[in-house]
Nanobody, 125 residues
């Protein structure tokens, strides 16, 4: 039904920036919310940010507020996560996910039904 592919991860020094992209391929065109999550080694997957189809409703985890910005371009089925002022504790595999055929904006892992394979972000001290 939905395929997601993230890109843009890499190695960056603390204080640096990265922009992640998530391209969605859908069998049936529809509106959907997109979320970004991350998982560090030995830790559970955690919410980072989410955006609704219109781009008006946005939510962030407290740990990234003021540093990360989520956006989307529906013309190319792509969501972005601009990450600035990166810290070593931001090191993780970052995943994008969508709420396909599900209404509303949510911040729970279980609230998203399609996931990308993830992209590694490593922030060195």
């Amino acid at each position: 039904q939905v395929q997601l592919v993230e890109s843009g991860g890499g190695l960056v020094q603390a204080g640096g920036s990265l922009r992640l992209s998530c391209v969605a391929s859908l069998r049936t065109a529809t509106t959907y919310s997109t979320g970004w999550f991350r998982q560090a080694p030995g830790k559970e997957r955690e919410f980072v940010a989410a955006i609704d189809w219109s781009g008006v409703a946005i939510i962030y985890a407290d740990s990234v507020k003021g540093r990360f910005t989520i956006s989307r371009d529906n013309a190319v089925n792509t969501a972005y996560l601009q990450m600035s002022s990166l810290k070593p504790e931001d090191t993780a595999v970052y995943f994008c996910a969508v709420r396909y055929l599900l209404p509303g904006l949510r911040n729970g892992v279980a609230d998203y039904n399609y996931w990308g394979p993830g992209t590694q972000v490593t922030v060195s001290a």
